[in-house]
């Protein structure tokens, strides 16, 4: 198992320690058993994002202090490159359905969106919230705070959309994502 998966799973055995939760009590709000739960403390493998989401949740800080260990600064963004993060060519299969369960705060309907070469790049836009985008397929160009930002595959992306931001094909293949804003 390498380093980055154990440390993951080290630091939800920190959080849930820190804020005197069983391992039985978070085993039963993710719906798994204890000894499912206790692999992802023991080795932070195969933890479904679900369960990363409704960790990260549950305890008050980012997806990004779970899998990497540093705070993201939302007043920016943060990108996990695929290869280089814990939500990395693992989560191809993972739907948008999947991507929206457990979170304890408001979300809005996630959403997969196809972007097609010929579309006009969208114009920019800002609300509330955070937003999570993850490239399924194709090259997906997220313009944020006036930087162009290309994705690729297994790419994910974390921000503060009170930024201007977009997101455009990036390719001469139609691109497809995942965005999931929380309030």
């Not at 085993?27 to 204890?34: D, F, H, Q, S």
Request: include cysteine.
């Amino acid at each position: 198992m390498t380093t980055e998966f154990k440390q993951i799973g080290m630091r939800i055995k920190g959080l849930r320690e820190a804020c005197d939760i069983t391992r039985e009590e978070l085993a039963a709000e993710l719906g798994v058993t204890v000894d499912t739960y206790t692999s992802y403390e023991e080795t932070g493998a195969d933890v479904p994002i679900s369960a990363i989401f409704h960790i990260a949740s549950r305890f008050g800080v980012d997806l990004t202090e779970i899998l990497t260990g540093t705070a993201a600064k939302l007043d920016t963004y943060q990108v996990v490159k695929a290869g280089a993060g814990r939500i990395v060519d693992r989560y191809p299969g993972y739907y948008y359905q999947d991507l929206a369960w457990g979170f304890t705060h408001k979300i809005m309907q996630p959403l997969l969106v196809t972007l097609d070469p010929s579309d006009e790049p969208a114009e920019l836009v800002t609300h509330t919230g955070q937003e999570f985008n993850l490239v399924l397929s194709g090259t997906v160009v997220v313009t944020y705070d006036g930087k162009e930002i290309p994705l690729e595959p297994g790419d994910s992306i974390y921000f503060n959309p009170a930024h201007p931001h977009g997101q455009r094909c990036g390719s001469d293949v139609p691109a497809q994502f995942v965005t999931v804003i929380a309030e």
